[in-house]
C-alpha cells in the first residue's frame, strides 16, 4: 500500500509554490519598470487591469470546475484540476460562439445563462443516475480544493502583474475583433474588419476581456499555455506509470519530457505571442490524446473529453473543420467502438453545418473569406456526411478489410496532396524550401527538429510499444499541411512569423509525447519482464 | 491505428519499414546539420565538417553499439545516453533561451526581449513616423479582402505607431492596391527610399520609406506582395499622374 502524503506537507510545499511564484512575479516586475515597459499593452490603469484579469481567471476556473466536479470519479482530482482552468475557458467560448451562431445578443448575462442551463443539466443526470451524493463535497476534498484554488488565483496574479504583454499582429487582431464581438452583441461589424477568417477559441478571451473590464487578455492566454504544458506533463506521467514504471521514476521521465517540449524557444514564442496557434496545437492534441485512451480503455469521460476539445479546436482554425474530419476518417481505421465514432462525427457535423449556415446568413452578399468560401464550407460539411456514411458502411460490410482500407485511406491522402502541390509547382518547391530553411534555422526552432530526428532514430530502433494510434497522426497532419498549403492563395515564407512554422507547432507536442513513449517502452519493466 | 507492428525474421527484431524510417530521419539529421551550421556559421566549409563529424559520431556510436551488444550490456548504456541525451537537449534548449543569442536588441524584459524582430520592426516604424501625420490609403484602414496577412500586419503595426504619430487621417479619394506598373515605378526610385525589412524573401513584409524623414505628412499605401510603401505627398502626387 502506498504511503499517502500528510495533508501539511502537502500544504507547506503549496505555500513555497505560491511564495516562489510571487518572488519571481515581483522580480520581474522590478526589472520591466526600471525598462518602462509596463502598460504597453495593457491600458492605462496597469493595477486595476491586472487585478481584473486576475478576478477573471478565476471565474473561469471556477466554471470549469462545478462542470468537471460530477466527473472527478471518473477523471480522478488532479486531472479534474488541471483541467478546470482549461474547461472553463473553453466553455465559456463555445457557449459565446453557440450564442453568436443562434443570433443571440452576445452578453455575459447571456452567457452565464446558457452556462447555468448546462451546469444544471450535467447535475441533473448526475442525481438521476444515482450519484447524488457524489456531488457534495468530502472533508478530505475541501483542503484540495482550496490548495489548488489559491495555487491556480496566485500563478494568475503572477502572469497578470507581471508584464508579458508582447503583441503580435495575431494577438492586436484578435483583440479588436474580440471586443467588437462583446461591445456590439454580433458578428456583424466581423465582416468590415476580418482578414482572414479569424476564428472564434483566440478571439473570444478578449471579449472575456471586454465583460471582464480589462484591455488585453495576455495572462489568460500565458495561464492556458501553463496549464496545458502541465496537462501535458500529467498525461506523459499517466501513460509511463501505465508502463509498469514506479512513480517516482514516472515522475522524474515526465518531468524531463515536460521540459523537452516546455524549453523550447518557438513553443514559449507561439505560446505567449501568438494565440491561435497555442490553441490550436493544444485542442487537436488533447482530442487525440483523450480519444487514444478512449481506444484503450473504453471511459465514456475520455471520448467526451474528446468531443469537447475536438469542437473546440474547430473554432480555434478556419481550417479546423476539415482537419477534424480528416482525423474522424483515421479514427475509422481505429477500433473506437464505430457507434460511439457515428455520434462524435455526427456531433461535430451539427455544429460545423450550424457554424456555416449561420455565417452565411449573417455575412454581406458575395462575401468570401480566404479559406470560409461557400464551396470549400459545403465541401467540409459535406466531407463530414461521407465519414459518417463510410464509417456506417464499414462497420455493416467491410470491417475484416480493415488494414487494406487504412492503406487505401493514407494513399488517397497521399495523392491528394501530391496531386494539389504539383497543379502550382513554383508555389509547392517555394513551400517546401521556405519550411525547410524555416525548420533548420530561420524559423527559431534552432535544435529543435535535428534532436526530433536524433530521438526519432531511437525511437524507430529501440521501440517496444505495441499500437500506434498516435503516431499515425504525425504523417497524416503533415499531409494534411500540404494540402492546405497548397488551397491556399499565398505561399509560405521565411522567419518566425510563417504559417508553415505556426502549424509545424501544432504536432510538436504530438513528436514529444510519441517519441517520449516509444523510446520508454524499450525500457518499461513490463518489457523487461517479457524479455527475460 | 491498432494494427500491432508487424515482427522481422532478422536477428534485430526490426521490421524494414523502421529501418526505413530511420534511415529517413538519419538523412534528414545530415541535411539539418549542414543547414543549421551553413546559417549559423555562414560557411560551407564548417557545415561540412559538421556533418563529417557527425558521420563520424554515428560510426562510433555503431561500434559501441555491437561491443556493448556482445558483452550484454547494451541496454543498460542506452538507457544512460538516452536519459543524458534528453537532460542535455533540455539544458541546452534552456541555454538558448537565456543566452544573448535572442537579445539582439537592448531590452531587457524578459519574455520581450525573445520577439526581437517585431519590436525592432516597430521601433523603426515609430522613428520614422514619430510626429507625423498619417494618411492613410482607405484599403489601410477597412482591410479590404485582397490581401488578407498584409491588412493584418498593417493593422498591427499602424496600432503600434499610433502613440507616437501626431495624428491618421484617411484619403480622401482611394487610390487602391498598388498595380505592378506602380510597384515597378517606386521601386525604380531606388535613391529615394529606405527599406525596413523582417524578411526579404520574396519582398514579404517589407517597408519602403520615401524621404519620409523630412515630411509632416506621410501617404500610407500597400502593395501586393506584403510590403508596406510610406511616402511623401510629393511622391504621391508622382505616382498618381502615371497612368493607372
Redesign the interface.
Given at each position: 500500500m502506498t504511503k499517502k502524503r500528510p495533508i501539511l506537507t502537502g500544504f507547506l510545499i503549496w505555500i513555497a509554490a505560491i511564495t516562489a511564484m510571487t518572488v519571481f512575479g515581483l522580480y520581474m516586475t522590478s526589472v520591466a519598470d526600471k525598462t518602462e515597459q509596463i502598460g504597453t499593452a495593457v491600458g492605462e490603469n496597469f493595477n486595476a487591469n491586472a487585478v481584473k484579469q486576475t478576478l477573471s481567471i478565476v471565474v473561469l476556473y471556477l466554471m470549469g470546475w462545478v462542470v468537471l466536479w460530477p466527473f472527478r470519479s471518473r477523471l480522478g482530482q488532479t486531472q479534474v484540476y488541471l483541467l478546470s482552468f482549461l474547461v472553463g475557458l473553453l466553455v465559456f467560448e463555445l457557449i459565446s460562439s453557440l450564442i453568436i451562431i443562434l443570433i443571440v445578443r452576445y452578453t455575459y448575462l447571456a452567457v452565464m445563462a446558457v452556462y447555468l442551463a448546462v451546469v444544471v443539466v450535467l447535475y441533473w443526470r448526475a442525481a438521476h443516475r444515482g450519484e447524488a451524493e457524489a456531488l457534495w463535497f468530502k472533508k478530505s476534498e475541501g483542503w484540495m480544493f482550496v490548495l489548488w484554488l489559491t495555487g491556480t488565483a496566485a500563478a494568475a496574479a503572477m502572469l497578470s502583474f507581471v508584464p508579458m504583454d508582447v503583441l503580435s499582429f495575431d494577438s492586436v487582431e484578435y483583440m479588436g475583433l474580440g471586443k467588437m464581438y462583446a461591445s456590439q452583441g454580433f458578428i456583424r461589424d466581423y465582416f468590415i474588419y476580418q482578414v482572414s477568417g479569424h476564428p472564434f477559441v483566440p478571439t473570444l478571451i478578449n471579449s472575456i476581456a471586454a465583460f471582464f473590464g480589462f484591455d488585453y487578455a495576455y495572462a489568460i492566454q500565458n495561464l492556458f499555455l501553463v496549464m496545458c504544458t502541465l496537462l501535458f506533463g500529467y498525461h506523459i506521467r499517466d501513460e509511463i506509470r501505465r508502463m509498469g514504471f514506479d512513480d517516482r521514476k514516472a515522475l522524474g521521465l515526465s518531468a524531463l519530457a515536460t521540459g523537452l517540449l516546455g524549453v523550447n524557444f518557438f513553443y514559449l514564442f507561439l505560446g505567449i505571442c501568438l494565440v491561435p496557434n497555442l490553441f490550436a496545437a493544444y485542442t487537436l492534441f488533447f482530442a487525440a490524446v483523450y480519444m487514444y485512451r478512449y481506444s484503450r480503455d473504453e471511459k465514456p469521460a475520455d471520448v467526451a473529453l474528446s468531443f469537447f476539445f475536438m469542437a473546440a479546436f474547430c473554432f480555434s482554425r478556419v481550417e479546423g473543420p476539415l482537419l477534424a474530419a480528416v482525423f474522424m476518417a483515421y479514427f475509422a481505421h481505429t477500433k473506437i467502438e464505430n457507434k460511439h465514432l457515428l455520434y462524435y462525427t455526427g456531433g461535430l457535423f451539427i455544429i460545423v453545418a450550424l457554424w456555416y449556415v449561420s455565417f452565411y446568413i449573417q455575412s454581406p452578399a458575395g462575401f468570401n473569406g480566404q479559406f470560409l468560401t461557400v464551396g470549400r464550407s459545403m465541401l467540409v460539411a459535406a466531407a463530414y456526411l461521407i465519414i459518417g456514411l463510410y464509417i456506417f458502411l464499414k462497420d455493416k460490410f467491410f470491417s475484416q478489410y480493415n488494414r487494406i482500407l487504412f492503406g487505401l485511406f493514407m494513399g488517397a491522402l497521399m495523392l491528394g496532396a501530391v496531386g494539389l502541390s504539383v497543379m502550382d509547382m513554383g508555389k509547392l518547391i517555394i513551400n517546401l524550401k521556405a519550411m525547410y530553411q524555416n525548420i533548420f534555422y530561420y524559423g527559431y526552432w534552432k535544435v529543435t527538429w535535428l534532436a526530433v530526428a536524433g530521438f526519432g532514430i531511437a525511437a524507430a530502433l529501440v521501440s517496444k510499444k505495441k499500437e500506434m494510434f498516435l503516431e499515425w497522426l504525425i504523417p497524416i497532419f503533415l499531409l494534411m499541411m500540404l494540402i492546405l498549403f497548397a488551397i491556399r492563395s499565398s505561399t509560405l515564407h521565411i522567419y518566425w512569423s510563417d504559417s508553415g512554422n505556426r502549424m509545424l507547432m501544432h504536432i510538436y507536442p504530438f513528436c514529444v509525447f510519441v517519441l517520449t513513449l516509444n523510446i520508454l517502452s524499450a525500457f518499461a519493466p513490463e518489457n523487461s519482464k517479457q524479455g527475460s | 491505428?491498432?494494427?500491432?507492428?508487424k515482427k522481422s525474421n532478422d536477428k534485430t527484431g526490426?521490421t524494414p519499414a523502421?529501418?526505413i524510417?530511420?534511415g529517413a530521419?538519419?538523412l534528414?539529421?545530415l541535411?539539418?546539420?549542414y543547414?543549421?551550421v551553413f546559417?549559423?556559421l555562414n560557411s560551407a566549409k564548417w557545415a561540412m565538417l559538421g556533418v563529417l563529424a557527425l558521420l563520424a559520431v554515428t560510426a562510433v556510436i555503431a561500434a559501441i553499439v555491437m561491443i556493448l551488444k556482445k558483452k550484454a550490456k547494451l541496454?543498460k548504456a542506452?538507457?544512460w545516453v538516452?536519459?543524458s541525451?534528453?537532460?542535455g537537449?533540455?539544458l541546452?534548449?534552456?541555454y538558448?533561451?537565456n543566452s544573448s543569442y535572442?537579445v539582439p536588441h537592448n531590452?531587457?524584459?524578459?519574455?520581450?526581449r525573445?520577439?526581437p524582430?517585431?519590436l525592432e520592426t516597430s521601433v523603426k516604424l515609430q522613428e520614422y513616423l514619430a510626429g507625423k501625420t498619417l494618411i492613410l490609403d482607405p484599403t489601410v484602414t477597412?482591410?479590404d479582402?485582397e490581401d488578407?496577412?498584409l491588412?493584418?500586419?498593417a493593422?498591427?503595426?499602424m496600432?503600434?505607431v499610433k502613440s507616437s504619430v501626431k495624428s491618421i487621417q484617411t484619403l480622401e479619394e482611394p487610390y487602391g492596391f498598388l498595380t505592378d506598373d506602380d510597384l515597378a515605378f517606386l521601386k525604380a526610385k531606388t535613391d529615394e527610399y529606405e527599406m525596413v525589412s523582417?524578411?526579404y524573401?520574396?519582398e514579404?513584409?517589407a517597408y519602403f520609406f520615401y524621404n519620409v524623414m523630412d515630411s509632416d505628412d506621410v501617404i500610407v499605401l500597400w502593395g501586393r506582395q506584403m510590403c508596406m510603401f510610406f511616402m511623401t505627398p510629393e511622391t504621391f502626387a508622382e505616382l498618381k499622374e502615371r497612368p493607372r
Open positions: - | 491505428m491498432d494494427n500491432k507492428r526490426l523502421r529501418w524510417l530511420a530521419l538519419f534528414f539529421l541535411a539539418g546539420t543547414t543549421y546559417y549559423t541496454n542506452l538507457k538516452l536519459l541525451a534528453a537532460l537537449a533540455v541546452f534548449n534552456a538558448l533561451l535572442f531590452t531587457t524584459t524578459v519574455f520581450n525573445y520577439f524582430v517585431s477597412y482591410f479582402r488578407d496577412q491588412s493584418a500586419i493593422h498591427s503595426y496600432a503600434s523582417w524578411d524573401y520574396r514579404i513584409n
